[in-house]
C-alpha cells in the first residue's frame, strides 16, 4: 500500500488466397496437340480489405501483477523476535483511535482498512465499480492520466490493425494517489499493480468503448513507512506479533477498487497544431516584407 510480456494481436485483415487453376494433364498415348495451348492459369479475387470506416470489433487486455513487496511482509521477516504483550496492547489501541480519527476526518475508506488489517484475517478487500471510492478514483487526476496513458496505447495498436489489444505491463503505470485531502491517499497512496480489460468497435472512422481498470494493492506497513507517525508500531503488529501465528495479530492483505470508464481517445490534434505552425510562419514572412513607411 504505502511503498510504493509479446503482444498477442491478430490483424483484422484477410490474407488473400490465391487458388491456382489446373492444366491439362498431358495425354499417356496419342499425338500430341500441337497448334493450342493450354488455358492460362487463373487466380481468385484477393479478399476484400476493410476500408478506414469499415466497422469492426476489438478487445483489450492487461496485467501489471503486484509484485512481492515489504507491504506483504509476516511474522516470517521476524522469526526469532517476541511479540511483547505491553508493547502489542498499546499499539493495538492506537491503531483503533487512529482509524477512529480517519473516519471522524471524512475518510471512511482509510478508516475500515486500518480495522480491517488489525482485525488479521488477511481477507481481500474489494471496491466494485460504481462504489463511493471508485467514482473518487475515477475523478482523480491520478487516475486520469494514466487512463490517457493506456488509451492512448490502445489506439496506437488499433490503428496498426489489432483487434486484440494486449497491453504488457511495461505499458500499464501503477496509480499514486497524492493528495493527502482525500481518502485514496490515506487508504491507498501509491498502488502497486493495475489490471484492464475492455471491448469496443470502429464504425464510421470512430473508435468507442468500454474499459474495465483494477487498481491493486497490497495494504500493509513496509520498513520505513511512517504513515502518520504509526507506520513502525503497525508494522511491529504486522511482524513481531503478526497473526496467525500471534491470536489478534494484524495481516497485511489484497485491497483493489475497479473503475470503468469509456473508450473515446481523444481526437487528433497534430492538425491543428500544423495549420498554427504555418500561420505562425506566414505571419513572420509578412512582417519581413511589409512596406515600413
Not at 487453376?21 to 476493410?50: E, F, I, K, L, Y
Not at 506483504?72 to 521477516?77: C, E, I, L
Not at 492506537?94 to 473516519?103: C, E, I, K, Y
Not at 475508506?109 to 481481500?124: E, M, P, Q, R, Y
Request: a positive charge; charged letters at 15%.
Amino acid at each position: 500500500m504505502l511503498t510504493k510480456g509479446p503482444a498477442i494481436g491478430a490483424g483484422f485483415l484477410s490474407m488473400a488466397v490465391t487458388l491456382a487453376g489446373c492444366s491439362a494433364a498431358s495425354p499417356t498415348s496419342g499425338p500430341a496437340h500441337t497448334g493450342r495451348s493450354a488455358p492460362a492459369a487463373r487466380s481468385a479475387p484477393a479478399a476484400a480489405v476493410p476500408s478506414a470506416g469499415a466497422a469492426l470489433t476489438f478487445t483489450v487486455t492487461g496485467a501489471r501483477p503486484v509484485p512481492p513487496n515489504g507491504s506483504q511482509d509476516t511474522h516470517a521477516q521476524t522469526p526469532t523476535a517476541e511479540c511483547d504483550r505491553a508493547t502489542f496492547a498499546a499499539d493495538m489501541v492506537l491503531g483503533s483511535r487512529v482509524a477512529g480519527g480517519f473516519a471522524l476526518a471524512g475518510f471512511p475508506v482509510a478508516a475500515s482498512l486500518l480495522t480491517h488489517f488489525l482485525d488479521g484475517k488477511g481477507i481481500g478487500v474489494d471496491f466494485p465499480a460504481g462504489s463511493p471510492i471508485s467514482g473518487q478514483a475515477r475523478s482523480s487526476s491520478a487516475f486520469r492520466a494514466v487512463n490517457n496513458e493506456v488509451q492512448q496505447a490502445i489506439l496506437r495498436q488499433l490503428k496498426a490493425g489489432k483487434t486484440r489489444v494486449r497491453l504488457s505491463a511495461a505499458q500499464l503505470p501503477t496509480v499514486v494517489f497524492e493528495s493527502k485531502d482525500s481518502d485514496l491517499y490515506w487508504g491507498f497512496r501509491g498502488t502497486q499493480g493495475l489490471t484492464v480489460t475492455g471491448t469496443g468497435r470502429r464504425e464510421n472512422g470512430r473508435y468507442t468503448g468500454t474499459l474495465s481498470y483494477v487498481i491493486r494493492d497490497s495494504y500493509g506497513f513496509p520498513a520505513r513507512d511512517t504513515l502518520r507517525g504509526i507506520g513502525t508500531s503497525m508494522r511491529y503488529l504486522q511482524t513481531v506479533c503478526g497473526a496467525p501465528q500471534h491470536p489478534g495479530g494484524a495481516h497485511w492483505f489484497p485491497d483493489t477498487i475497479t473503475v470503468t470508464v469509456p473508450f473515446r481517445p481523444p481526437p487528433r490534434r497534430h492538425h491543428r497544431r500544423a495549420e498554427l505552425h504555418s500561420m505562425r510562419h506566414l505571419e513572420r514572412k509578412f512582417d519581413i516584407v511589409a512596406p515600413t513607411g
